[in-house]
């Protein structure tokens, strides 16, 4: 997919948390619920996450230069993985820290009720944000689980999304959770243990997306069943004999490189080489239109048999 299907769900989940981030602040100033507080802190985090990704999808179209022949794709990377620390470190740790005060020092709710209606809209919000990251990702996703599409995707974003919308769902439910456990036993501590809950949650979501941004920054190459598409486009063109070998790379989310070494037909002329390799490529683009950077080097077959 785009880049506009990615930005459709940044745009969705940016105003869905701002809106869901001041009701959250409005709640805690009201109730003094250290849940509410997390969450409110978790919902500001992810909005500062929101636009680190347009800003990287921003950055990602500058034209490639000398200092940067293969253009700047691997910003959204860059960006995705600042943003998975934004959501360990302000998310996370400020609310393993909340939980942990409120557990040193109980404070009662104060109009929980309030707490309660607010927490419910900010559910209606947040799966509002998630359906659109949802139906973005689907058609990327295809036949695999969600968990292999978060895991295999060269698509930062939609993953970065689903994941933030998926913590933000089960954080909202653990709030609630705690402010209704206080309320109904009139005990604080269970607000604490919702908000410890929380940090433990956003922690685990943020390790993920930091193994998983770190991993694309490094350099992937291409999934299997692309490779596999390359590996068989080029073997078949006319007057390749064979991939001698080959490494791909991605330069960004929408582009790939590829360099193969070739073995070519013994006795071709220059032109019928260079024919031979402007139509495997052409061949490679049209069937993997993500492989936009091509380099064949053609070779005599030296191997075993040859």
Excluded at 14 to 19: D, P, S, V, W
Excluded at 67 to 93: M, W
Excluded at 101 to 116: C, Q, T, Y
Aim: aromatic content about 8%.
């Amino acid at each position: 997919m785009s880049a506009e299907g990615s930005k459709k769900a940044i745009v969705a989940a940016l105003l869905a948390n701002a809106g869901i981030a001041v009701a959250k602040f409005a709640g805690w100033a009201i109730t003094g619920s250290s849940s509410m507080l997390a969450e409110a802190v978790h919902s500001v985090a992810d909005t500062s996450n929101q636009g680190l990704l347009l800003f990287g999808q921003h950055r990602a179209r500058k034209e490639a230069n000398q200092l940067h022949p293969f253009g700047y794709g691997r910003s959204r990377y860059f960006y995705s993985f600042v943003v998975a620390l934004v959501l360990f470190s302000l998310g996370s740790l400020f609310a393993l820290y909340e939980g942990y005060e409120k557990i040193k020092h109980p404070h009662d709710l104060e109009s929980p009720m309030v707490a309660v209606i607010i927490l419910v809209v900010a559910v209606g919000l947040e799966s509002y944000s998630f359906a659109t990251a949802f139906r973005e990702s689907k058609p990327l996703k295809g036949d695999v689980s969600w968990w292999r599409f978060i895991r295999t995707s060269r698509n930062p974003e939609l993953p970065v999304v689903l994941m933030e919308d998926t913590g933000a769902l089960i954080g909202l439910v653990l709030a609630l959770s705690g402010v209704g456990l206080a309320t109904i036993t009139g005990d604080p501590i269970w607000d604490a243990i919702g908000t410890l809950c929380i940090g433990v949650l956003l922690g685990v979501i943020a390790i993920i997306l930091i193994v998983e941004m770190q991993s694309a920054l490094i350099g992937e190459g291409a999934t299997e069943s692309d490779e596999r598409a390359i590996r068989e486009t080029l073997g078949a063109a006319p007057g390749i004999e064979r991939i001698i070998h080959m490494k791909t790379q991605y330069l960004g989310p929408d582009e790939m490189l590829v360099a193969a070494k070739i073995a070519i037909t013994p006795g071709s002329s220059a032109l019928e080489l260079a024919a031979a390799i402007d139509a495997a490529e052409a061949s490679v683009r049209e069937r993997v239109p993500v492989a936009r950077v091509i380099y064949l080097e053609p070779d005599i077959d030296r191997g075993p048999g040859a």
